[in-house]
């Protein structure tokens, strides 16, 4: 287990490694001193790697600059609509390595978890380090708030989870998630703010300001998705005319 600060030095060289200690100093505001005694636990374990050449150009003394190790095992994230669970592994960078999904056939939260657990021990690795599962709705700490495409409420999907597969397990709100994914990894990387917009089943929005992805109490809600486009357009299911829903969700795109 990686001590908050070990993490804070981990999670910057995953995001902008590989990385000169110097900058990583700057970034993290920590004196050399104090990222040398941070590194050396993470270097042992095998999460960071020393590079040969000094990344930042600068002449003197070289510093080998961090970064993550490939090797750091499979994580692997779950998408979960009401009808079909999609599983992909990556390596720590979210690069691809296999992808694959299969039917929901009973969106029961029990029903869920063993053809989550189906899907993994289908992709045959051994080396799974976490599980990230994103679905519709509204979701806090680890819970299933509402998840209105299962019809679930209240369900405490990661313990859940955790206590079958034995790894940590993260669940998310789909759009937060996919706002996360392209900060860390995407289109997003390194600048400061972006909007994702979903149009799918339903239509969603995830916002990141400051570097940072807005959570509010009301994501996965589904605020976005009734935001009025067209006076004359035509009613969603709850009646308002021309709003989002109506007009742009797949449903809505098929009526026409
Ligand atoms: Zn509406």
């Known amino acids: 287990m990686l001590t908050e600060s070990e993490s804070a030095v981990a999670r910057e060289v995953l995001l902008h490694g590989p990385i000169s200690r110097r900058t990583l100093a700057a970034r993290l505001r920590l004196s050399p001193a104090s990222l040398t005694r941070l590194a050396r636990p993470l270097l042992s374990a095998g999460v960071l790697v020393e590079l040969d050449d000094d990344g930042d150009g600068t002449v003197g ?15 692997v994230g779950v ?34 978890c063993l053809a989550i657990v189906e899907a993994l021990e289908a992709l045959g690795r051994d080396d799974v380090r976490g599980v990230g599962v994103s679905l519709g709705g509204h979701v806090a700490d680890g819970v299933a708030v509402h998840a209105p495409f299962l019809d679930w409420h209240d369900v405490p999907l990661a313990r859940t989870l955790e206590d079958m597969l034995d790894v940590p397990v993260a669940i998310e709100n789909d759009v937060v998630a996919l706002a996360e994914a392209e900060r860390w990894f995407g289109v997003g990387r390194g600048i400061p703010g972006f909007l994702v917009v979903t149009i799918g089943a339903g239509v969603g929005l995830g916002l990141v300001v400051d570097g940072r992805t807005v959570r509010t109490p009301d994501a ?37």
């Open 61 to 75: 003394r070289p510093s080998r600059p961090l970064d993550i190790s490939p090797a750091a095992g499979t994580f």
């Open 79 to 112: 998408k979960l609509t009401g009808d079909r669970v999609h599983v992909a592994a990556t390596d720590i960078r979210a690069d691809l390595l296999d992808a694959r999904d299969r039917p929901l056939d009973d969106p029961s939260p029990r029903g869920a």
């Open 220 to 256: 996965g809600i589904g605020t976005v998705g009734h935001l009025p486009l067209r006076a004359d357009g035509p009613p969603c299911p709850l009646g308002h005319r021309g709003c989002a829903d109506a007009l742009l969700t797949t449903t809505a795109i098929e009526r026409r």
